[in-house]
């Protein structure tokens, strides 16, 4: 398997406008958790998904962010509009829940000006 | 609820020197506990894990042993060599418990001189 596969790997964009994160997570894993880093904060967890169904969405900071995992290998993550408090590094990553072990893939840098 | 506090870095050693780094959990149930590792421009990635009470965890020379009585799952290594440079953070996972997700703590960058 590929791992854990998100994409852009990097995104800048003008404050206001609407930004997608990918995630594919890998095949046969049945969570899927979404991760904001950031230096001030550290890592963050935003939302997480068992078998596609959103569980805990507690970290998401407000409403202008929004997931969806609309099928067992997709996931997005949507910030609009964005602000320039919103750049940062957003992981995604997936596990099985028996051994509880998630793969991280390489993570989005997003900026935003 | 869950929550994982780890050492505040960062923390810089000569090559060879002992490392520890300080990890300690809340949970309200049995969680398993974890240490990852993330080098500069990476993700995270699992060094090592203990899944019961006494279970040592080791990888790549680094060990941890999960402490229910001091709720602890310290990180050690003997021999740090400059490749271990890199943020180690501690995670810990209770599906079994009413959060079944994975919380890690604020990671604890490590750097190792020649």
């Known amino acids: 398997d590929a791992g854990v596969i998100q994409s852009p790997r990097h995104e800048v964009t003008e404050m206001g406008q609407e930004v997608t994160l990918r995630c594919k997570p890998i095949?046969?894993?049945?969570?899927l958790f979404w991760y904001r880093q950031t230096m001030m904060r550290g890592l963050e967890l935003l939302i997480y998904?068992?078998?596609?169904?959103?569980?805990?969405d507690s970290g998401m900071p407000e409403d202008r962010f929004s997931a969806k995992m609309p099928n067992a290998s997709f996931s997005t993550l949507k910030i609009q509009p964005s602000e320039p408090r919103d750049s940062a590094v957003y992981f995604c990553?997936?596990?099985?829940?028996?051994?509880?072990?998630?793969?991280f893939g390489q993570g989005t840098r997003l900026t935003v000006v | 609820g869950n929550s994982v506090t780890q050492m505040e870095g960062p923390v810089t050693l000569s090559e060879e020197a002992f490392l520890t780094i300080n990890c300690t959990y809340t949970?309200?149930?049995?969680?398993?506990l974890f240490w990852y590792v993330q080098y500069p421009g990476e993700g995270l990635q699992l060094l090592l894990k203990?899944?019961?009470?006494?279970d040592k965890g080791s990888n790549k020379g680094f060990e941890a042993t999960y402490r229910k009585e001091t709720t602890s799952f310290h990180l050690e290594k003997g021999s740090v060599q400059v490749s271990d440079s890199a943020v180690y953070f501690c995670?810990?996972?209770?599906?079994?418990?009413?959060?079944?997700?994975?919380?890690f703590g604020k990671g604890t960058k490590l750097s190792v001189k020649p």
């Open positions: 995670a810990l996972s209770d599906y079994g418990g009413s959060q079944g997700n994975l919380i």
């Open positions: 203990a899944t019961k009470a006494d």
């Open positions: 990553a997936s596990s099985l829940k028996r051994p509880a072990v998630a793969f």
């Open positions: 998904f068992n078998n596609n169904v959103p569980i805990d």
């Open positions: 095949s046969g894993h049945d969570y």
């Open positions: 949970a309200t149930g049995y969680p398993s």
